[in-house]
């Protein structure tokens, strides 16, 4: 009935959340900038404000299918209290057991599955930033 209310909930979090760290990032970039550092890290690096980004895009994406799907048959309405099951104290109860039970499983799996593809970037970035380190050619070695 309301199940998707958690996912909005923690999509809100993860959206304010995202915002905090890309302020961070990007004061971050400005020093290295201003002090004419240059790392090649940044080429084969996705920010990891981006990556929260995908988990704010999924939650949200959900969110708005669930409750398009809960206004679809009548669970929503637009005038108060919006949640029919809110309208008494049997559906109200029914209603919390569902989103403490579907919504929470709903999101840790949204979360998981987002762990799931960070962690496959995470190896794709190792591995492309270990293809552009150059390898030392043998007439560098030093003699001992």
């Known amino acids: 009935m309301a199940c998707f209310v958690i996912s909005v909930v923690e999509a809100v979090a993860v959206s304010v959340a995202a915002k905090v760290i890309e302020k ?14 240059e790392e090649k890290e940044t080429k084969t690096k996705i920010p990891f404000s981006r990556k929260l980004k995908w988990l704010d895009r ?9 409750a398009f799907e809960h206004v679809w048959h009548g669970e929503i309405v637009p005038y108060f209290p919006f949640l029919t099951a809110a309208s008494n104290a049997e559906d109200a109860a029914e209603m ?24 496959v970037v995470s190896i794709m970035e190792k591995r492309a930033s270990k293809e552009e380190k150059p390898a030392p050619a043998s007439g560098d070695a030093k003699e001992v």
């Open 24 to 37: 961070k990032e990007k004061k971050k970039d400005e020093v290295r900038l201003r002090n004419g550092v």
């Open 58 to 66: 999924m939650l949200w994406g959900g969110s708005a299918l669930l």
């Open 96 to 119: 919390l057991r569902e989103m403490a039970t579907v919504g929470v499983a709903m999101s840790v799996l949204v979360t998981a599955v987002w762990l799931g593809i960070v962690g």
